[in-house]
Every structure is written in structure tokens, then in C-alpha cells.
């Protein structure tokens, strides 16, 4: 038996019917020019037979006084974790979509390893998918996107590739927080380490006191506390919908060269001005900006050992108009936390970025700062694959990732590119956040906007 580091018990610990705390990827391929009507059929039953996962896709949990730890499943059933569905017809996106959405809201099942694989046929233009959900408490989200794409190659040829529960992994290794629930995350490592943490207080004192005054002068600075109460702060259901598109990552390239700042900038300026939008169209857009937790690599050189990542509050200008002026704000948000970290240590860093993940991570804990709110939604940008990638023979056209809500945090954007495309995923409650997947039609509206500011269309 293996205990759970007290970061993996926390996954589970906040863990219930409105908040289930997994994370998931949902790969979409086309058929091989020389598939057969039982070509997805003959696929399932070859994944099927790899019925002896590795670790971690054998391991189960078990409880000893209040501690979990992992097991060996010694009954293991493949039907429980593969299953082979159909869509119903017309066999859209749409439907796809729907189908994703039912079941990222099912918890998974605690007595059996904690994940599932759903291979997903019937789809318009000789396409599947294959929906793969894994608990955090396992993985983070970056490493269950790195396991998708092992088990991927790079040669269209090549056949018999096992599924990703039958890859050997490699050490894991966890980073700084890249997901919402990596908040916890964050919190945890704060208590590590007392001495080196001790040592930056005064530095970290003098750091949030220049960042309240300055926030007093400049209504565009973003402090620690300031982001209003909005619709999408609301306490959650157990209910989701799972949204995603593909972007021209060239066309975000060109926009960015045109406004002298980078593609994440104009991403954030992207999700503002669709938030903008949405809120608009539910009569619930306040006069203050929304607020974006952003993780953010701060490496200045090729290194890559050690966490150079830091949470950084990005004004997303959804109190502006115009695009231009929006992409301004965003940039000149960016770039000062980028610069305020800068001058700080590895450890003042972890301080700051744990003292801004604080009132969540105890909203989240106990409920009872609900008006303590550092950002209203989370919006992570994951670097992928650069060169086609394929799975016995069938191409891979996009790669979406399904992140995870959390109470008072109903919206989740996670994307990560893709050859020369942006995949944005985006997952939000049902219930508190009616027709969301609206925010895919605002991203595209945005991107032209910018590019006629810009004077390229």
C-alpha cells in the first residue's frame, strides 16, 4: 500500500455530488483511408483485451484510520472502465458534446480505480472520439494530457498501439497549480519548508501593500480582493456542460504581431470580451471587470528543473467596449504581475500566489468567506503537440480538455494548441451558467473584432 500525499487526500476530501474532482480529454480522430465498416468495433474489442492495466490504472483506494492509500485492484473488470458507446443520430458535434456532458457529471466510482475510457462512434463525416476521465487525486491535469499523448504516435503506419492504461508512466511529478483545484494545491505547499517561507515576510508585507495603493490610483490594476460578485460565482449543481471549439492559432499569432503583445494576451482579451457578451445576453454584466486566474510560466532561460509558474490575476476588461482598448487593459495587467514577480524570490512567489489562492481554497474548505473572492474564473493555457499525431492509423483532429468546476467557480477555460490550432475547452454548471456553449460563438465574434482593430481584415 501507498498513502496519498496530503494533496491527493485533499482531491478527495472536497469531493461531493456538486463538485465531482475529476479531470478529463476528449481526442476526436477520423477514420483511415482504408477503414472498414467494423473498423471502431474490431478498435474496441483490441482495447478490450488490455484487461491488466499499469499503474496508476490498477490502483484503488482503501481507508485506514482517516488515511487513504492506493492498492492493487485484485478484480479488476475492463467492462466497468472501456466502454464502447454510439451516438445517436444525426450523429453531430452537438450530440457529442451532449454526451460528454452527461457523463463528466457522474462521480466515479471509489470502490474501483478511479477512471473511465469511452470510445465514442456514429459521428458525422467518419469520425470517433474517445472521452478518457481520470480523478485528480491520480493525476493533474497537464499529466493525464502528457498520458493522452503517449499513447499516440507520430507515424500514421503504425498499428496496434496499446490504449493509455496499458503504457508504462513515467515518474510523476507534480508541478505548481495549473487547474482550479490546484488552488488546494498551492495552500498545501504554503506549510512546507516553514523556515525559507518565514523568511519572506517582510519582502511579501512591503509587495500587498504597494498592490493596495497602487489599486486605489488606477481602476485597471488588479489588486488581491476586487472581483465582483457575478453570476458566474454562484454556488454549483451537480450538473455540467461541456463546450469546445478549434482556433486558428495563426490567426492569433497575426493579431498579437499586430498589437505587439503575446497570443495569451489576446486569448484572455478573447474570453473577456466573449464573457462580455454572454453576460449581456443574461441582463448580469456588472460595472466592475471580471477578474481571470491565470497560471503563468515565468522561466527566463531554457532551464528545466525546478517551479517557475505563478498565479497571475489578469483584468479581463469586460467593463470595455472597445476591442482595442480591452486587449490594452489585459496587456498592461499581464504585464505587471509578470514584472511584480520578477523581483521576487522562487518562495516570495509561492507566498504571494498562496496568499491570493486563500480566500477560494477556505471558501472551498468551509464555506465561510463567500464575498472574499480573489477572480471569478479560471483560464489555463496548456502548450501541446506541434506535429500531426495518430492512433492506429486514424489522424488526430482535435484534442479538448475537460477541466474541473468548483463551487462558486462555474466556469472553467482550459486550452491547449494543437498543430496550428487553439483547442478551447470549456466546462461550466448547467444550471447556474444556461446555453454557455453561446461563449464559442462570442470567442469567434472577438477574434474578428480584434482583427479588424488591428486593420488585418
Known amino acids: 500500500m501507498k498513502a496519498l500525499s496530503p494533496v491527493d487526500q485533499l482531491f478527495l476530501w472536497l469531493e461531493k455530488r ?22 471502431v468495433s474490431q478498435l474496441a474489442q483490441h482495447m478490450r483485451d488490455y484487461c491488466s492495466p499499469v499503474a496508476p490504472f490498477n490502483q484503488r483506494l482503501t481507508r485506514r484510520l482517516g488515511q487513504y492509500y492506493w492498492t492493487e485492484d485484485k478484480h479488476f473488470d475492463i467492462d466497468h472502465h472501456f466502454r464502447h458507446e454510439a451516438l445517436p443520430k444525426p450523429g453531430r458535434i452537438r450530440e457529442l ?22 470510445l465514442i462512434e456514429g459521428i458525422r463525416g467518419r469520425q470517433f472520439a474517445l472521452y478518457t476521465k481520470i480523478h485528480h487525486s491520480v493525476v493533474d491535469g497537464i499529466s493525464a494530457m502528457r498520458m493522452g499523448m503517449r499513447a499516440l504516435s507520430t507515424d500514421p503506419e503504425e498499428r496496434e498501439l496499446p490504449p493509455v ?20 494545491s498551492s495552500l498545501a505547499r504554503l506549510g512546507a519548508g516553514l523556515s525559507k517561507q518565514a523568511a519572506t515576510v517582510p519582502g511579501l508585507a512591503r509587495e500587498i501593500y504597494k498592490v493596495s495603493q497602487k489599486a486605489k490610483k ?7 480582493f476586487q472581483a465582483p460578485d457575478t453570476v458566474l460565482n454562484q454556488t454549483v449543481t451537480g450538473s455540467r456542460r461541456f463546450a469546445a471549439q478549434s482556433y486558428s492559432l495563426s490567426r492569433l499569432k497575426v493579431i498579437a504581431k499586430a498589437f505587439g503583445c503575446t497570443v495569451n494576451t489576446v486569448v484572455l482579451s478573447m474570453c473577456g470580451h466573449a464573457l462580455r457578451e454572454y453576460m449581456i445576453s443574461q441582463n448580469a454584466l456588472p460595472d466592475e471587470p471580471l477578474i481571470a486566474m491565470v497560471p503563468m510560466s515565468l522561466r527566463q532561460d531554457d532551464s528545466a528543473g525546478g517551479n ?10 469586460t467593463h470595455i467596449c472597445d476591442p482595442a482598448n480591452r486587449l490594452r487593459v489585459v496587456h498592461d495587467s499581464v504585464q505587471e504581475a509578470k514584472e511584480r514577480f520578477s523581483q ?52 488526430l483532429q482535435g484534442m479538448y480538455p475537460v477541466s474541473i468546476v468548483l463551487d462558486r467557480i462555474a466556469l472553467n477555460i482550459t486550452l491547449t494548441s ?19 456553449q453561446r461563449l464559442l460563438d462570442y470567442l469567434e465574434q472577438s477574434i474578428r473584432e480584434l482583427e479588424i482593430a488591428a486593420g488585418i481584415k
Not at 477514420?31 to 472498414?36: H, L, N, T
Not at 504571494?352 to 472574499?372: Q, R, V
Open 165 to 184: 492504461w496499458a503504457y508504462e508512466p513515467k515518474k510523476r511529478s507534480r508541478s505548481l497549480p495549473s487547474s482550479p483545484v490546484d488552488v488546494a
Open 418 to 436: 494543437y498543430q496550428d490550432q487553439l483547442e478551447f475547452g470549456l466546462i461550466a454548471c448547467r444550471r447556474t451558467l444556461p446555453s454557455m
Open 18 to 39: 456538486q463538485q465531482p474532482m475529476h479531470v478529463a480529454g476528449l481526442q476526436l480522430f477520423s477514420f483511415p483511408e482504408d477503414a472498414g465498416p467494423k473498423y
Open 344 to 395: 521576487m524570490s522562487p518562495e516570495e512567489i509561492l507566498n504571494f500566489t498562496a496568499l491570493t489562492m486563500a480566500p477560494t481554497g477556505l471558501n472551498l474548505l468551509t464555506g465561510l468567506a463567500p464575498k472574499w473572492r480573489a477572480f471569478n474564473v479560471v483560464i489555463s493555457n496548456v502548450p501541446g503537440p506541434k506535429e500531426p499525431l495518430y492512433w492506429n492509423g486514424a489522424q
Open 218 to 224: 488606477d481602476e485597471n490594476y488588479v489588486s488581491i
Open 308 to 317: 517557475q509558474i505563478g498565479m497571475i490575476l489578469a483584468n479581463l476588461g
Open 97 to 118: 458534446l451532449s454526451l460528454v456532458s452527461a457523463e463528466h457529471s457522474n462521480l466515479l466510482d471509489r470502490e474501483r480505480p478511479l477512471w473511465e475510457a469511452h
